[in-house]
């Protein structure tokens, strides 16, 4: 019974990405925008796909892997924006998976001054799942090391997949050159309890912004920019808190980055500094594709035998007869991020 209990807490702890989180997180957020904001769906010129990967701790068995894939259009003529998103996370040798579909909505208000606000709404399904073929109980080992097919556990036998609904909202407000959004993820804090128990979901809540600065001498021309992006993420999860900030720069069409993750001026309860990873990040961007591979070095009480954490992004942007006879009365304003 305590192994039983024992690997279902080390698979809530995988599904979390980090120890103490609920929902995995990914380096690379401006790739997965959906994710970070409901606010973001529809802020790109043309139709936006987006792929991120994620492989967490690879030094142990059987690492903890993320996958998301989104798409998002900006409908002009209603100042909506539309888009979905699916999410799969895999958790260690358990065979833990769950997976997220959902819609998004956002509705664009744009201000005299240059400024945007998009207020934005999310709704999808959750579904859990266990494969009890990777798993092995102690009922299930024979004394001569035979292995029976099913396992007698009361409890085991009580598991079962299952789903349910979940909801967001976010409000990012933007103008052309700095972004500033907070959203709230699990605004009705599903239960996600694998022995039927009452164990709710804690809402997340986020807060995050950033900014482009230009930088050139002269005449820039448009096959050639070069930028730098400093931006921010807080995160609030339950009795978990994180903070994200970095720099990013960007010369056509390179792009380089090194963020920080931690709060190095609090401690946990076990009195440890929560420190939490540095990232560095490399990769190319160009008119319609952005490609971009992150390593997170692990600087936490858990230290480098966890192999840290790759990612892997890929953002396809589509142009649309309609984004190509866009009137200048029109005025559409992108939202920025790192572009």
Known sequence: MKKLYLILLLICMGVAGEALAQDPQFTQFYAAPLYLNPGFTGT????RANLVYRNQWPSLPRAFTTTAL?????????????GGMIVQDKAGTGGFTRTSVSGYYSYKVNFRNGWVMSPGLQFGYVQNGLDWSKLTLGDQIGFRGDMPENTNDAAALNITNFGYFD???GLLVY?????MGASVYHLNEPNQSLLGNDDRLPAKYTVHGGMRISMYNGVMTKDRTSSLAPAFIYKKQGRFQQLDMGLQFHYDPIMAGLWYRGLPLFKDEYNYNRQDAVAFL???????????????F???????????????TMVLNFASQESRKVKRKEKFIPCPTFR
Do not use: C
């Open 44 to 47: 790109g010129r043309m139709h």
């Open 70 to 82: 989104s798409y998002d259009y900006n409908m002009r003529k209603l100042r909506s924006g539309f």
């Open 167 to 169: 909801f967001g909202s």
């Open 175 to 179: 103008n052309k050159l700095a972004w």
């Open 282 to 296: 490399f990769g190319f961007r160009f008119p319609q594709v952005d490609l971009g591979y992150s390593y997170d």
């Open 298 to 312: 692990t600087i936490s009480s858990f230290g480098p035998v966890s192999g840290g954490a790759h990612e892997v």
